[in-house]
């Protein structure tokens, strides 16, 4: 049998992530539960149960919030156990796959209960659409043929890993750095004008200077990325 990862908050995320993929969810979706485990990762709740099936609820929790309608309970099982179990078949339906699934359904509930029903959080794929759909006008070419929006997309996903990002920033100004982050690895140069185009479009106050400090943040705590000269801190000017 796979030995299973221990379940750090990244391995959690990690293993949404992945499953999230086989599943065809929305980033949106993935994120929300990722967000919901961050949250309970605080609470008395992540020492008391198992935590994967804490982040698998999580998941089928999130698929019914944005109404993925396409994605059964059973499939969110499959996924993950796939993810956390890659050189075994698909679980049968049986007496361990009920078992799972009739766990999974009470742990719903929990998650539920431990946050208050309240299970929305914002959105930072919002802005980074209105930002992707801005600049691809200046340069069409560039942004489909390097998929300049897939990898936006995905880079944003990522970023849950590190939720202290969302924490601590406005999710306009995470968006915005992701964007500069994927041009600056695809060598795109935008046009270049009197101020940023994050200040000329949106008459945005974030600087340049603090974008570059969240790219460094995006670099060594989602990617892990060893850079010359260490990041400075999110909250610093």
Known sequence: MTEIPKATFRNLAVLLIRA???LRARNRTVCSAIM??????KTDLINDVCNYTLATACLTVAVKQMEENHIGIRDVINSV????HPDEKMMEIGEQFWGIRYGIARMEFIVLRFLSFDIQFEDPFVPLALYLDALRS???????????????NAVMRDC???PRLFEERKVHEIAIAVLCFVLRGKDIELP??????????YKSSLSSRRVR???KVIATEVYGLQLEESPEKIKSN
Do not use: A, D
């Open 160 to 162: 849950f890993t590190f």
């Open 138 to 152: 200046w340069l069409p070419r560039e942004f489909q043929e390097k998929q300049v929006i897939e990898s936006c």
């Open 192 to 201: 270049r004008t009197s101020k940023p185009w994050f200040q000329k479009l």
């Open 36 to 41: 919901m485990v961050n949250r309970l990762s």
């Open 81 to 84: 156990h796939r993810v956390l």
């Open 20 to 22: 999230g993929i086989r």
């Open 213 to 215: 400090k969240l790219e």
